[in-house]
């Protein structure tokens, strides 16, 4: 924290460009009506349409490896992180010898020790970020799963089963946006580590990942499938 008032204006500047592109984005994607009609929103509506076709299935079992293949890809990530992390805490344990090779790079402004380890708290907040929304996220597809086992049969238009379908969507829902906001976090940490090279480095790849983020969630070919444009 003693480093804090040596950060020069650059580089006060690039972190007010990446948590504005950080959270933003975020606004943007998950609570503005322009971003309705993104990948995240019209995933939320096919969730719905599950939700109703398991309630009409007597038997389950598709159900139950489509959540069980989600989970798996949710806890593979989960598992990353905190490699991810010790690999980080590492770090921060040699932060001598890392500024002694990141000086010999070229455009290097790493500074001081102090300077280096507030850098490295970035990306380190970054993933450590990611991974609570990667447990939460594995943990709401659990009680998803319970949600299916309990589940009731019956066709759309019934209360009982309408209200159920909701629940269902809902539950995958908010543990599909966990993990959304958990990968948002991966690509945002990797923008972070720019700090290292050079603090532009770090508005730019954050302004940069907002692009990359919006072409895909809003101008790729995967959503042009699930929105019926080809």
């Known amino acids: 924290m003693h480093a804090l008032p040596h950060l020069a204006a650059v580089d006060w500047l690039s972190l007010a460009i990446f948590f504005a592109c950080w959270s933003g984005y975020a606004w943007f994607s998950e609570h503005s009506q322009p971003g309705e009609c ?26 139950s490896t489509l959540i069980g293949n989600l989970m ?37 402004g790493t500074g001081t020790r ?37 589940a009731p049969t019956g066709q759309p238009g019934t209360p009982a089963i309408d209200r159920y379908a909701w629940r269902v969507a809902g539950a995958n829902n908010l543990a599909g946006d966990d993990f ?8 945002f940490g990797l923008a972070a580590s720019g700090w290292l090279l050079h603090p532009l480095a770090l508005g730019l790849l954050g302004g940069a990942v907002a692009v990359i983020l919006y072409r895909r969630d809003y101008r790729s070919p995967a959503l042009a499938i699930l929105r019926d444009d080809v």
């Open 72 to 108: 798996n890809s949710v806890s593979f990530y989960a598992n990353t992180t905190i490699y991810i992390i010790a690999g980080l805490v590492a770090a921060l344990g040699t932060a001598d010898k890392l500024l002694s090779v990141t000086a010999e790079l070229p455009f290097a």
């Open 114 to 150: 102090e300077l280096l380890e507030i850098k490295l708290m970035l990306v380190l907040g970054c993933f450590v970020f990611a991974y609570f929304k990667f447990t939460w996220s594995l943990r709401q597809f659990n009680l998803l799963s319970i949600l299916v086992g309990a």
């Open 180 to 187: 959304n906001r958990g990968i948002r976090a991966y690509y």
């Open 38 to 63: 993104g990948l995240i929103r019209t995933s939320q509506r096919y969730r719905l349409d599950w939700a109703y076709r398991m309630l009409e299935r007597d038997v389950r079992v598709t159900d």
